[in-house]
């Protein structure tokens, strides 16, 4: 390559490349991840035109940069060309580098109103996730494990990850995502903010899906090892899933404490660690049909077809079989949002009346079947009143109707529960 430093700031597409850049970047929907890969491909193409040759050939215009220029760029960087740094190994096959540089080399493009010639490379082919009479044979090994109550911190929190995979096909970044908050009042439920791949909104929908007793029992587990992972830990303390051990550097961003927040890459190279030994450890107990899937995507996949059929009964007006209980959309009308909390909470209001109205009639039998029914109802009620609003809302709701400290057991708050809440 020959380097003319002159001659490239004369080309009339590097001072249009500059401004066309900026506009990018300047798109409100712009994410700091896409903005680092924006100036990474424009820093590619500078390098690009230093060479006399592909100057000459694609310099004179953003149509021919981004044109017949892409096409030429895609291919000098998949011979190894252009590279910031050189490695050690050849790359094999299709690479994420080369899909996202073509993906923004076509944005570019498309900013500039002219036709790319990046070339579309095909995606990788997913892995396999599980069989399908392995999904079934998944939860029950699933059970038979949460039932064993492992106190090691590792195995606790991974049964919870599969527990809460299976139930809502969360991805990594919507578990790393869960707090304390996100849980219901008697673990039987949990917020999920859905965060799709590649859509760059800041608005997102928040579902509420019920958690089977498997999971209940896993969260029940975890949340005192959990107490005692965070009890040296300042600040902050709300996360569900943290940090089982401290280290002095974590992917070049610094040091991290036992007891912080599980971030994705954590969250998903601990979960191929742990997978390895649970499934080692089942082997040697004498285990069969232990099909779990070694990556946690391919766990999230092994469930999607229930999601499938989920959004296909509800799009068609049936009552899905399986699906969050309440959805939760910033885009809906804020008044009739309002209207539905509030009618939750004077829901609650009437449980706590006739819950106190039965329980005095039945002289402190708790065992009634009236008194039974109105503390189901107001579980429930409870519930819902935390699915529309949070905890600090709903213990407020309650004390205000009449639940006493002592009766929050009654309305359907776990001791785990409010022991978290109160560490956190």
Known sequence: ????????????????????????????????????????????????LKDEGFRT?????????????????????????????????????????????????????????????????PKPKLKATMPAWARSALHDGLKKEVERKPGAPGRARLLVIISLVLDTEARSGELCSIGLAHLAPDLSMVKIRRNPQAITSSVYTTEVWPVSPITQAALSNWLPIR??????LQGERSALLVVLHGNRTFNGQGAYKKGMPLQVRGLIDSYRTHVKELKDEVTSRG??????????????????????????????????????????NPLLPQEEEAKKTAAVFAKVARAVDAFHQVR????GDETEPPVVRARRTLREATRMAWA?????????????????????AAAGYHELMLTALERS
């Open 57 to 121: 050939r694609y310099g004179k215009s953003l149509r021919d940069l981004l044109g017949p220029g892409a096409t030429a760029l895609c291919q000098m960087t998949d011979d190894g060309q252009l590279r910031a740094r050189e490695l050690k190994t050849p790359t094999k096959g299709v690479t994420a580098s080369q899909r996202r540089r073509a993906s923004i080399l076509r944005r570019l493009a498309a900013a500039a109103g002219v036709p790319s010639g990046a070339i579309s490379y």
């Open 388 to 408: 529309r609003s949070d905890h600090p809302t709903t213990l407020k709701v309650l004390r205000q109707a009449g639940i006493a400290d002592e009766d929050l």
């Open 1 to 48: 390559m020959t380097t003319d430093t002159a001659t490239e700031d004369c080309s009339p597409a590097v001072d249009e490349l500059s401004a066309l850049v900026q506009e990018v970047l300047d798109d409100p929907d712009m994410t700091k991840s896409v903005a680092s890969h924006v100036r990474w491909v424009e820093g590619t193409l500078r390098r690009a």
């Open 227 to 232: 107490g005692l992972l965070v009890e040296d």
């Open 287 to 328: 285990g069969q049909g232990w099909e779990l899937p070694q990556g946690l995507e391919q766990l999230r996949r092994g469930v999607r077809e229930r999601r499938a059929a989920y959004d296909r009964d509800r799009l068609a007006g049936a009552v899905p079989k399986w699906g969050p209980a309440v959805v939760l």
């Open 360 to 363: 005095e009639a039945a002289a």
